[in-house]
């Protein structure tokens, strides 16, 4: 049978022909003696119309099938010209597939979105997350597009880790005991040396340490897989589970790191444009208004920048009376976020040169010796979607600064030694990739984007 996404796309070659869809029922109407089937297949965001009548032999039974039965129909394309849809299929015979039951919760009305994630196993089939998902691998196929087209390397890095990247703590622990009966040491702390490996192992929050190993090999390489995070956070921009985009380039500076980011986001976002064009206009017509013309805005212009120095200038400036009042040291919350992105750029914006105490023990000390070279990408609506940094490739000054955040150098022997062998400088980034669907997409909650979300307290599907 034919797929609906290629009876819209080249109409014209079908028109008149006899053809052969399968699908489920979006909607119907009725009359006496004929009536309308909205049929999709899954391959396509818009329905296909199905005209129908008293002919068929199953007339009866056709008319009464609930919503979200699975059909194949046969019958000769049509144009409708005048009418709301371009053409419809006039059906010669129709096979029911699979009957729904007729207390289907996704009935012909809107949803709250609120209700959809009750059913997540079900919003697939919604308009919205319909259009979402698709979104979604389009978006993740560009992504590898565009680092395969540049000659980067695809880098699996490991879900299993004994290291924490962020230096956080905010990490899901990996065991292998059995729980009834942990082994225990003296002191009755849990004895990790009888886990099955031997240490502590937690999920991963970030394969930049691994992919740092790889660019000094291969120059340029990227990441893209799950991450885990044991934030206690409930926002509308936080997952415990989440896909991180991570490429690392040897030879490159802060500035070449931006530029790649930059080239990223409007490549990425130009080949949504052009391959989800019905999509994108479902999100402008019923999400966010003013979607289009900001991602259309987005891809002609130059991201800001401003170092976080200049930032907290501007913000104390402002005059807002923030929540979290602003001083030199601090982090930016999401209202600050906000004022530079929503109020004053009104667009992407790089800070830079973050103060080192609220930065990761990677990043490269820069002269001043208070701030280093870090790039945080803020977007108005969903605030940080990019950290980055170049690296600190002095050893010295990497142990330094490892010494004075408490880290145990032991664990980290590794990434030290990479130091040691041709350790050039070299830059990197993390894209939240769920947060960069929030902003193609208009869509404001992060469970939303992704299929069945992981956040505290949540985890039912
Ligand atoms: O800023 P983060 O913590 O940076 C890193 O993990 C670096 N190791 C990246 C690198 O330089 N290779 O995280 C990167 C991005 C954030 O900007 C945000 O978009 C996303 O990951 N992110 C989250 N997304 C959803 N839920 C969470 N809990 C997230 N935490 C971070
Ligand atoms: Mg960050």
Not at 369 to 385: C, F, Q, R, S
Request: aromatic share 12%; proline share 4%; charged share 25%.
């Amino acid at each position: 049978s034919l797929s609906v996404r290629e009876i819209f796309r080249n109409s014209n070659s079908y028109f008149d022909q006899t053809i052969k869809v399968s699908g489920w029922i979006r909607t119907s109407r009725l009359s006496k003696t004929f009536g309308f089937i909205e049929l999709n297949d899954g391959t396509f965001f818009k329905n296909i119309q199905i005209v129908f009548d008293d002919t068929l032999h199953n007339f009866k039974e056709i008319s009464k099938l609930p919503i979200s039965s699975a059909i194949t129909v046969e019958g000769k394309l049509e144009e409708t010209p005048g009418s709301k849809q371009p053409f419809e299929i006039k059906a010669t015979t129709i096979n029911i597939e699979a009957l729904s039951s007729s207390d289907y919760p996704l009935q012909k009305k809107r949803h709250s979105l609120e209700f959809l994630r009750s059913i997540a196993h079900l919003r697939p089939r919604s308009n919205t997350f319909s259009a979402v998902f698709r979104v979604r691998s389009l978006v993740a196929y560009a992504i590898h597009k565009f680092f395969q087209e540049r000659d980067f390397v695809y880098t699996h890095t490991p879900i299993i880790t004994g290291s924490d990247c962020e230096g956080a703590g905010q990490m899901f622990r990996v065991t292998t005991f059995d729980m009834n009966s942990v082994p225990l040491k003296d002191d009755n702390t849990v004895d990790f040396s009888k886990d099955f490996f031997g240490k502590e192992t937690n999920l991963t929050v970030s394969g930049q340490l691994e992919a740092e190993a790889y660019a000094l090999a291969f120059r340029k390489v990227y990441t893209f897989g799950p991450t885990f995070r044991a934030e206690n956070s409930n926002t509308s921009r936080h997952a415990s589970e989440f896909w991180m985009i991570e490429p690392e380039i040897a030879f490159a500076d802060l500035e070449e790191n931006m530029a790649l980011a930059e080239d990223m986001l409007k490549y990425i976002i130009q080949y949504v444009l052009n391959n989800a064009p019905e999509e994108m206009e479902f999100f402008n017509n019923f999400i966010d208004n003013t979607l289009l013309d900001r991602l259309n805005n987005i891809v002609n212009s130059e991201f800001g920048k401003i170092t976080y120095t200049e930032a907290i200038d501007l913000l104390k400036k402002s005059g807002e009376n923030f929540e979290y009042p602003v001083e030199w040291g601090c982090d930016l919350q999401t209202e600050h976020e906000r004022y530079l992105t929503e109020k004053i750029f009104k667009k992407p914006v790089f800070v830079t040169d973050y103060p080192k105490d609220i930065k990761a023990f990677y990043m490269r000390l820069n002269d001043d010796n208070k701030t280093v070279a870090a790039m945080d990408l803020l977007v108005p609506g969903v605030g940080e979607i990019i950290g980055g940094s170049q690296r600190e490739e002095r050893l010295e000054i990497l142990e330094k600064r490892m010494e004075e955040m408490g880290l145990n150098k032991e664990d980290y022997w590794w990434y030290l030694e990479l130091r040691k062998y041709g350790g050039v400088k070299h830059s990197g980034y993390g894209l939240g990739f769920e947060r960069a669907i929030m902003y193609i997409t208009g869509m404001s909650n992060i469970r939303d984007v992704i299929p069945f979300p992981r956040t505290p307290k949540s985890a039912e599907f």
